[in-house]
């Protein structure tokens, strides 16, 4: 094993936000994917979000009755002045997290001084990294490991995408030079990224069926 990634941490991400998304959007909530507070306590990652940008947010699963009841419950929380973190993926998402998978974790892996997130650039405590205990599996350790940097073209605006200051359709060779077919940048490569999610359900996708 090389190295684990965790997610920046909530001042790296306000430090990377785009001024339309620092600015507060009362009558909007967003629902948040279940897997990573599976493992982390629930309100921890998310609170800043509600607390300074006044959005609601609302955990949720994956099933297709999952994202209905969350959608419903941020409606609720508009539609009742509140603003915070619920949790709707309760089968799975304790509010404490999972504290047995933390302490493994904590016993196995240590943060790193820095890490470098492709279109973000480096922050600060974002990566994981083996602990003393468990050197005989680290491969930086055992083997000479180059850094190796790899850059999108610079053509491909991805790094905007991440942080969102523009649209996936407002890249210059969204939909041309870069489509899932013929990927050029990481968030077209991607099955979930966001540039293929814009092209394979927003207008490109039937233009294609079409032809």
Sequence with gaps: MRRQVLGPDAA?????????DRQPHP????????????????????????AQYGKPLVVAGFEPLDILQAVHMILRQL?????EVENQYTRVVPYEGNR??????AEVFELRAH???????????????????YA???????????GVRVADPKACQCGEVLKGVIKPF??????????????????????????????????????????
């Design 79 to 83: 539609a009742d002045g509140r603003c």
């Design 136 to 146: 005989d599996l680290d491969a930086e350790r055992r083997w000479t490991v180059p």
């Design 100 to 105: 047995r998978a933390l302490e493994v974790m």
């Design 12 to 20: 790296a991400v306000r430090g990377r936000q785009s001024p339309r």
């Design 27 to 50: 009558r909007a909530g967003h629902p948040l994917p279940g897997s990573f507070p599976a493992i982390e306590r629930l309100e921890q990652p998310f609170e800043f979000v509600p």
């Design 115 to 133: 890490f470098e997130w492709r279109g973000l650039g480096f922050i600060s405590h974002s990566g994981l990294k083996l602990s003393d205990a």
């Design 170 to 211: 407002e890249c210059k060779v969204f939909g041309t030079a870069c489509t899932p077919e013929r990927p050029i940048g990481t968030c077209m490569v991607s099955s979930e990224g966001a540039c293929a999610a814009y092209y394979n359900f927003g207008r490109f996708a039937r233009e294609r069926e079409v032809v």
